[in-house]
């Protein structure tokens, strides 16, 4: 049986069906009076009638600005999953947060991409770690949900819960201390608040401008800047996405979990089972430093290095930045390295594109280069820095060599907690004044490519203007 609806529909349908036959077929010339066939009505002769008009084969400037602006908006906004806000945070400092990182997504994806691929390591170790202990069902999405702060540790010796990576609730739980939670995946996933339709959105128009791209490089139609820098942060967003796929969105809420014993006890035990005692009691973001430091980990502390006081605002932490970077596995570095310089080569294919002035042609080029070269460069300095710190030169230095070492050589392995404080020294010199210039120059040259994405809009190539003939792709005789 037709409903109301479905009659109204096809009563719509008749009459513009009508409406396309009353009138002559014409192409778009029509538009311009071209070849076109004219008839005038019968009630008005001053007014002209046509039929079905193709649709034109260019567009126009604010075609290619909304488009590319639109697609970098949907993208930097559904991708990012930013960590549990602390308990009385205003929708202000929450909205503020969401804008900043949207704005580090588009100055610098490569960044978010970082920090988004140094979580999913962190996850995956939990996993991985509290499988080994028979916890099986620990997924990495339990990863993920535990060092976004997800749960919080409530101990009768503090008044308010803090939260604790998934590295110390495996420590935390095999040492007793702790029941292991019995969250589920799904009470995981009801907690996030994954946007479906804008998920859809933001899939059509990474489709879309990247099948704009490949049909107009096929079709030998020119791509302008702007849209080889949109293509740029979409190519970075879907990596992001990807190591995020686990990650809960927009959790505002945390899973409240409550020790067996307080917080004194627990570092009491601790510190009579490591035989550092004071080490063990010395924390700067929550009781539980000693397991995991919560300090950022990349190749450079520049605060430190300044001497410049570190210690937070608040202790312990009522929630966890989204900007710790913890170190990477070398397979998940060599991915990420590898990623990054795809990401700043992507800028070296706009070489010999046609720009308003033959200064801003070489700009490019200069600033396209200091992207990839000093993306190549840092992971140079970041991994000879790391291997250096770790002691994988020297290691390497004796197997080629082969010299014994006499006993008075040989390395004292460093308890876990000395381990870990020494890990916090100052970084060398060479690491800040390698790794300095090198930023400045980036941040040099990704600030005219963005800049040269708008500006070269006011003089391009007629081809520019031009749609992609999709029909053609078709095979056909």
Not at 21 to 50: C, F, Y
Not at 233 to 249: A, D, Q, R, Y
Not at 385 to 397: C, D, F, L, T
Request: proline letters at 5%.
């Amino acid at each position: 049986m037709f409903s109301w609806y479905n009659v109204s529909l096809i009563i719509c349908l008749l009459f513009a069906g009508f409406q396309l036959a009353s009138g002559e077929v014409v192409d778009a010339d029509t538009l311009s009076g071209k070849n076109s066939t004219q008839v005038p009505e019968s009630n008005d002769g001053g007014h002209w009638i046509r039929g079905w008009v193709v649709q034109p084969s260019t567009r126009g400037t604010i075609d290619i600005l909304w488009t590319c602006l639109f697609t970098t908006f949907v993208c930097t906004y559904t991708i990012l999953c930013l960590n549990v806000p602390s308990a009385g945070e205003t929708w202000w400092n929450i909205f503020g947060r969401r804008i900043f990182w949207m704005g580090l997504a588009i100055a610098g994806p490569e960044f978010v991409l970082t920090y988004a691929s140094g979580q999913y390591g962190t996850a995956y170790a939990s996993k991985k770690h509290f499988h080994q202990e028979g916890y099986t069902k620990w997924t990495l999405r339990h990863g993920f949900f535990a060092d976004m702060g997800g749960f919080v540790l409530m101990a009768e010796d503090f008044k308010e819960p803090f939260p604790a990576t998934g590295k110390q609730l495996h420590w935390l739980i095999t040492q007793g201390y702790l029941d292991y939670p019995e969250t589920t995946t799904r009470e995981i996933e009801d907690k996030s608040k994954q946007d479906t339709v804008a998920k859809v959105i933001t899939c059509l128009q990474i489709g879309y401008i990247m099948l704009q791209c490949i049909g107009r490089t096929a079709q030998g139609i020119v791509i302008t800047t702007m849209e080889l820098s949109t293509l740029a942060i979409v190519v970075c967003s879907i990596l992001t996405s990807l190591c995020w796929l686990e990650k809960p969105l927009d959790v505002r809420e945390p899973i409240r979990l409550v020790l067996k014993k307080s917080v004194g006890e627990i570092l009491d035990e601790a510190a009579k089972l490591d035989g550092h005692g004071q080490e063990v009691k010395e924390w700067d973001h929550t009781p539980f430093d000693f397991i995991d430091d919560l300090g950022p980990s990349w190749a450079l502390n520049v605060q430190k290095f300044m001497r410049m006081e570190v210690s937070p605002f608040e202790r312990p932490l009522p929630r966890f930045g989204n900007d710790r970077l913890p170190n990477l596995a070398g397979w998940q570095e060599c991915i990420l390295c590898v990623a990054t310089l795809g990401y700043a080569a992507i800028h070296l294919v706009g070489w010999n594109y046609t720009f308003p002035t033959k200064t801003e042609k070489v700009l490019w080029r200069v600033s396209s280069m200091f992207l990839f070269a000093n993306t190549a460069a840092f992971w140079l300095f970041e991994t000879t820095a790391a291997w250096w710190r770790a002691g994988r030169w020297q290691r390497i230095y004796r197997a080629i060599v082969g010299k014994r070492r006499r006993k008075s050589d040989v390395e004292t392995p460093l308890p876990p907690i000395q381990r870990m404080k020494s890990s916090k020294n100052l970084p060398l010199p060479a690491e800040f004044w390698s790794i300095f210039p090198l930023a400045i120059t980036y941040a040099a040259a990704r600030g005219y490519l963005i800049m040269e994405a708008f500006i070269g809009l006011r003089a391009m190539e007629d081809s520019a203007f031009k749609n992609v003939d999709w029909t053609g792709f078709i095979p056909h005789v």
